[in-house]
T-cell receptor, first 118, second 112 residues
Framework: GAVVSQHPSRVICKSGTSVKIECRSL??????MFWYRQFPKQSLMLMAT?????????EQGVEKDKFLINHASLTLSTLTVTSAHPEDSSFYIC?????FGGGSKGYTFGSGTRLTVV | SQQGEEDPQALSIQEGENATMNCSYK?????LQWYRQNSGRGLVHLIL?????REKHSGRLRVTLDTSKKSSSLLITASRAADTASYFC????????????FGTGTLLAVQP
C-alpha cells in the first residue's frame, strides 16, 4: 500500500534557528502533498497545499515566509520552519494521496514530527 | 480552517460495548473520511464514504452519511481496548487539490 515517510520524528531546536521537515512518498508519485499542524489534544489544522513544481498554496492566517514549502520532485516535499520560536512548537504532519490508489483509499499520512523550540 | 464539529469530544466505554461518534460539517463535499490517531502518532485511514452513499461497512465499522443534514456517524461495534484512540472525520470538498479538512475529533477510551 501507499507509504509516506516523514522525518525527523522529533526535533528540538533553539529559538531563532530554522528546522526542515521532510515528507516522502515511498511507492507512489504525489503531485500534491498537504501539511498540517496539530496542537496537543486538538485537531489537525491544514497549513498549506504543496504543489510539485510550483508555489505552495497557504491557508488563511499561515505565514508563508515563516513556513517555507518546497515540492521539488514528485516524491518529496519539505517544510522549513524559519526563525523558530517557542510558539511554533507543535506536531507537524504531512499527507499525500496516491492518485492511482483507488477511490476508497483515502489519504496516507506521515508519522508526524514533534517540534520543540527552546 | 476547521470544517466541522464532532461529538462527543470524549467517550469512555467498556470493552464489548459499541461506540458511536458523530460529525457535522458545513459545506458541500465530494466524500467524507474517518481517521484514527493513536496518541502522538500519524493518522490511519479507516473508511471513506462518497457523497452519493448513505451507509458503508468495513469489519466492525459502520459509517452513515446524511448530506441533507451535513452529518455523518461512525459506529464501532464490540469495542476492544486496542480501539482506544482519537477519531477524526475529514471532508474532501473536491476541486483541484482535494484538500482534507478535519473535524474536531473524538477521544475514545475503551476500558478493559
Amino acid at each position: 500500500g501507499a507509504v509516506v515517510s516523514q522525518h525527523p520524528s522529533r526535533v528540538i531546536c533553539k529559538s531563532g534557528t530554522s528546522v526542515k521537515i521532510e515528507c516522502r512518498s515511498l511507492d507512489f508519485q504525489a503531485t500534491t502533498m498537504f501539511w498540517y499542524r496539530q496542537f496537543p489534544k486538538q485537531s489537525l489544522m491544514l497549513m498549506a497545499t504543496s504543489n510539485e513544481g510550483s508555489k505552495a498554496t497557504y491557508e488563511q492566517g499561515v505565514e508563508k515566509d515563516k513556513f517555507l514549502i518546497n515540492h521539488a520532485s514528485l516524491t518529496l516535499s519539505t517544510l522549513t520552519v524559519t526563525s523558530a520560536h517557542p510558539e511554533d512548537s507543535s506536531f507537524y504532519i504531512c499527507s499525500a494521496r496516491d492518485p492511482f490508489g483507488g477511490g476508497s483509499k483515502g489519504y496516507t499520512f506521515g508519522s508526524g514530527t514533534r517540534l520543540t523550540v527552546v | 480552517s476547521q470544517q466541522g464539529e464532532e461529538d462527543p469530544q470524549a467517550l469512555s466505554i467498556q470493552e464489548g460495548e459499541n461506540a458511536t461518534m458523530n460529525c457535522s460539517y458545513k459545506t458541500s463535499i465530494n466524500n467524507l473520511q474517518w481517521y484514527r490517531q493513536n496518541s502522538g502518532r500519524g493518522l490511519v485511514h479507516l473508511i471513506l464514504i462518497r457523497s452519493n452513499e448513505r451507509e458503508k461497512h468495513s469489519g466492525r465499522l459502520r459509517v452513515t452519511l446524511d448530506t441533507s443534514k451535513k452529518s455523518s456517524s461512525l459506529l464501532i461495534t464490540a469495542s476492544r481496548a486496542a480501539d482506544t484512540a482519537s477519531y477524526f472525520c475529514a471532508t474532501d470538498g473536491g476541486g483541484a487539490t482535494n484538500k482534507l479538512i478535519f473535524g474536531t475529533g473524538t477521544l475514545l477510551a475503551v476500558q478493559p
